[in-house]
């Protein structure tokens, strides 16, 4: 795979890790972190600042939530199946995660459905049954999806349809899907944005919309453009879009997070937290984006010496980064510096 300098040129003789490596590490670490970071304050209306920055700055290990869970099991089922999505597979995968750790802070319609199939029910059902027959419209499709974003190579396309794939397992529900797609698809533009060049906010929602299929969520993002340009504070962003488990406000406000202030993960995780409500997975979101453009280099290093239970992080951020995504529909090279 060719090397990127940092004005975007190939250097073949560069050494050092991959490039596409750094924003896998730099995505996946940087989301763990900051889910653990946000869980403390996870359906707190108001948010007290000194107490998340107390938080950022204090030794305690940083534990993940359920968010991270999932994460890693669509990564390594991306890594097995050479970046497909099976959907059969995938949801044994996801009730099995479940199963080995049910009290990371599961949603309660996504653990009833992981412990029925478990039971040996098909996801076809236990999906569109949930909520009485509408489907969750939760934001956990989107707060596991981002390895989707981060296969090398993949056509935005192709991410849009895999993540779409991989949410319809437990989220029936257009607008969960939706946040799926937008989230995954942020990842992937995020992860091949050049990284000494601002990014354009309108080129980059216009990216993420174009693959929407709901009018609300289309227009969840017109909002997110207004607040993006303003660089608004999190308070005027949970006004605005929300900040519930609604994959409707919670992507949007990641979103919105992320496009006020790109290039700092320290700041982009802190004010996320301050967005309130589902704080861990807003939180989680926006990181996914800012540690793709930033890549590892941006985790600040207090938070990665804190982060629990690494193992699996670092070794499925290798996977990830080096799938072939030829055999299943990408193409090589990985190391796209356009921002679509
Ligand atoms: O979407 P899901 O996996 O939840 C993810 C959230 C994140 O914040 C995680 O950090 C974790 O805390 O949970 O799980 P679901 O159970 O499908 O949805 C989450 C919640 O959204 C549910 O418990 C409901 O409160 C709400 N919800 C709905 N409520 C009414 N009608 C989701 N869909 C519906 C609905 O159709
Ligand atoms: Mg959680
Ligand atoms: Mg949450």
Redesign the pocket.
């Known amino acids: 795979m060719s090397r990127v300098t940092p004005t975007g040129g190939a250097d073949p003789s560069a050494v050092g890790p991959d490039p596409w490596l750094l924003r896998v590490r730099g995505a996946v670490l940087l989301a763990a972190c900051a889910d653990a970071l946000g869980a403390p304050f ?1 359906g707190l209306a108001a948010v007290d600042v000194a107490a998340v920055d107390h938080l950022l700055e204090t030794p305690p290990p940083l534990r993940w ?3 991270t869970a999932l994460t890693l099991a669509l990564a390594e089922h991306l890594v097995r199946r050479g970046g497909d999505v099976d959907q059969d597979e995938l949801a044994s995968a996801f009730a099995a995660e479940w199963a080995a750790g049910p009290d990371l ?6 653990a009833a459905q992981f412990a029925r199939i478990v039971a040996g029910e098909s996801w076809v059902a236990t999906s569109q049954e ?2 009485g027959g ?1 489907g ?5 499709a989107a ?1 596991r999806v981002a390895p989707v974003g981060l296969l090398p190579g993949l056509p935005l396309a192709e991410v849009a349809r895999r993540a779409r794939r991989s949410a319809q397992i ?2 029936a ?1 257009p607008l969960a899907q939706d946040g799926a797609v937008a989230q995954a698809v942020a990842v992937a533009v995020a992860a091949r944005s050049r990284q000494d060049t601002p990014i354009d906010t309108d080129l980059f929602l216009a990216a993420v919309a174009t693959r929407l299929r709901t009018p609300q969520f289309r227009s969840a993002l017109s909002i997110v453009r207004v607040l993006a340009r303003r660089r608004a504070t999190p308070g005027q962003i949970a006004e605005a879009v929300g900040n519930g ?1 609604a994959a409707v406000e919670s992507v949007p406000a990641a979103l919105a997070v992320f496009l006020a202030d790109p290039q700092r993960p320290h700041d982009v995780v802190r004010s996320a937290i301050q967005v309130g409500g ?1 704080t ?2 807003i939180a989680a979101m926006a990181a996914a984006m800012c540690g793709a453009r930033c890549g590892e280099q941006g985790l600040p290093v207090l938070w990665g010496l804190r982060l629990a239970d690494t193992r699996r992080l670092w070794q499925v951020s290798s996977a990830l980064a080096a799938v072939d995504s030829d055999r299943s529909g990408g193409r090589r090279p990985s190391t796209r510096t356009d921002q679509h």
């Open positions: 996870e939530t359920d968010d802070g599961y949603g309660a319609g996504v949930a909520f509408t969750s419209y939760g934001n956990g707060m437990t989220h529900h488990v589902d861990d997975t």
